[in-house]
């Protein structure tokens, strides 16, 4: 069974840093990209980028480029999202996404990740 | 980048009804059109990729149909648990973009 499980809710304050997590099982981890999707609260989905992990190979959306990071440890299976100093309009969820059906459409998605930035 | 447009912003229909959702790309996406379902509290669903492919385990009642800038999403008759957010996304082009979403509530 295809599974992504992603790491808890985070509640920070703007110019932390954090990182969240994506555990794949069930498929073959290294061999298909994996993504990330934001959906700010009561709003509408937003393609942030992917990642092949294996060899690294990262896309962006020009909109969110050096805003955040993508990165996986193909040794754990493990895809990550860090941002560096994060900001009160990065409050949403974010879900990891995996397309084993056809290229760059979604069909397995995580739980979501809620992240919540305020002072 | 591709700006999808989705209309109307929300329908209120009732169970047993046919339904069809539209999407109007900004320049062509090809065939290259997927939509979503997403549920209050839940993950998103893909239900129909390259236009008028139905995702495994979707139901027959979805169809989808289009190509270039015009797509629709097409649910033949509304069951309760159909009410929901519908998202079309494109693929042709990066960065691959979503539309702002139709929500079908219950008339």
């Known amino acids: 069974e295809v599974q992504l499980v992603q790491s808890g809710a985070e509640v920070k304050k703007p110019g932390e840093s954090l990182k969240i997590s994506c555990k794949a099982s069930g498929y073959s981890f290294s061999t298909y990209w994996i993504g990330w999707v934001r959906q700010m609260p009561g709003k509408g989905l937003e393609w942030l980028g992917i990642i092949y992990p294996g060899d690294s190979d990262t896309r962006y959306n020009p909109s969110f480029q050096g805003q955040v990071t993508i990165s996986a440890d193909k040794s754990i299976r493990t895809a990550y999202l860090h941002w560096s100093s994060l900001e009160a309009s990065d409050t949403a969820m974010y879900y990891c996404?995996?397309?084993?059906?056809?290229?760059?459409?979604?069909?397995?998605w995580g739980q979501g990740t809620l992240v919540s930035v305020s002072s | 980048e591709i700006v999808l447009t989705q209309s109307p912003a929300t329908l209120s229909l009732s169970p047993g009804e046919r339904v069809t959702l539209s999407c109007r790309a900004s320049?062509?996406?090809?065939?290259?059109l997927g939509w979503y379902q997403q549920k209050p509290g839940q993950a998103p669903r893909l239900l129909i990729y390259?236009?008028?492919k139905r995702a495994p385990g979707v139901p027959a009642r979805f169809s989808g149909s289009g190509s270039g800038t015009d797509f629709s999403l097409t649910i033949s008759s509304l069951e309760p648990e159909d009410f929901a957010v519908y998202y079309c996304?494109?693929?042709?082009?990066?960065?691959?973009?979503f539309g702002q979403g139709t929500r079908l509530e219950i008339k």
């Open positions: 996404v995996i397309s084993l059906t056809a290229v760059n459409y979604f069909d397995y």
């Open positions: 390259d236009a008028l």
């Open positions: 996304q494109q693929r042709n082009h990066w960065p691959l973009t």
């Open positions: 320049q062509s996406a090809s065939i290259f």
